[in-house]
Structure formats: C-alpha cells, structure tokens
C-alpha cells in the first residue's frame, strides 16, 4: 500500500525515496537519488536532480528546478517558478558536473517566486526571500531580503510577519501577531 501521492504523468526514477503523505502533481520527474520528506507537496512540472535532499513539511510550487547540490531542510517554501543555480560559470561546451556547489536551504525559509538563488549560499533559519530577488550572498536568519541583488530590508518573524523596526542594536523586538521575541547584534537576528 502506497502512503503517498504521484499524479499519472509524473515520472519517479526508482531508487527515489518518497516520504510519507507527500503528494506529487502533475508532469514532476524525480530522478534516482533523490530523498524526499514527508507531509511535502510537489507543485506541477517539478524537476527533482540526484543526491538532493528535501526535509518534512516542504511546499514546492510550480516550474521549479532543484539541482544537485541543494538541500532543503523541513518547512521549507519554494515559491512558483523561483530558479537555483548549481555551478558559478556555467558554460555549454565545458563540463562542470564535479565543480557543483552546495546550496543550503534551512529550516522555514520562504522564497517567493520568480526568485533565483545563486548556488553556494545559504539562507539562514526562517529568511525569507522576497518575489523576484537574486540571492548571491548569505541570508542570515530571519532576514527578509529583496531586489538584485537582495539586500536586507527589515526582519521576519517564524511565523512569517514583518518585525517591527528597532533602531538600537541589542534591543527587544516583539512580534505583533504572535508575541515572539528577538533580539539583533551585530547584524544578527535570535529569538529568545
């Protein structure tokens, strides 16, 4: 007995691992090695590479392609048709596939779609990355960064509200929806 989803036009290479209550939609291919959580959800035209991993809870929307060397961690949203890149200089005629970069996608980072995520950075716990940015740095922590390239513009709650501006490093930052605390040094966001 199946304990998961795959939608009849999708193609799942043998030796792809599934987890439970994860649903597949329509014209996805996951290829050999790749390890997929459970309670995820695969938007249509999902393509899935070897040797990527994908946590628990993961939400991928539309025309997304998740390349050798990304990892995703639990909760995780991938908004629709947003775009990893997995080599720095890619070029037709010269073969890169030993130069792939790791990609590290933590716990509860939002992308929004149409964004790209230059390969051999990581977005920190809970960042979210705004429609249409061009990762090609670090995102720490609950950073919500936007443009090109992203920048920081304000904080992010773990429940996924704007914080409110606090002019004074080291000071208390209170989430008004639900009463999180943070505190930021040195460029840094922690909840405590």
Known sequence: ????????SSF???????????????????????????GCNIGQNVFIANDVEIGNNVKIQNNVSVYTGVILEDDVFLGPSMVFTNVINPRSHVNRRGEY?????????????????????TLGEYAFVGAGAVVTKDVPAYALVYG???????????????LPEEK????????????????EEDGKLKRI
């Open 1 to 8: 007995m199946t304990k998961f989803y795959i939608h009849p």
């Open 12 to 38: 799942v290479d043998e030796g792809a691992e599934v987890g439970e209550n994860t649903s597949i939609w329509h014209f996805c291919h996951l290829m050999p090695k790749v390890k997929i959580g459970a």
């Open 101 to 121: 970069m790791i990609t590290r996608v933590k716990r509860g980072v939002t992308i929004g779609a149409n964004a790209t995520v230059v390969c051999g950075t």
């Open 148 to 162: 090109n390239p992203a920048k920081i513009h304000a904080w992010m709650c773990q429940c996924g509200i704007k």
């Open 168 to 183: 004074s490093s080291g000071a208390v930052i209170q989430c008004e929806e639900c009463e999180s605390k943070y505190q």
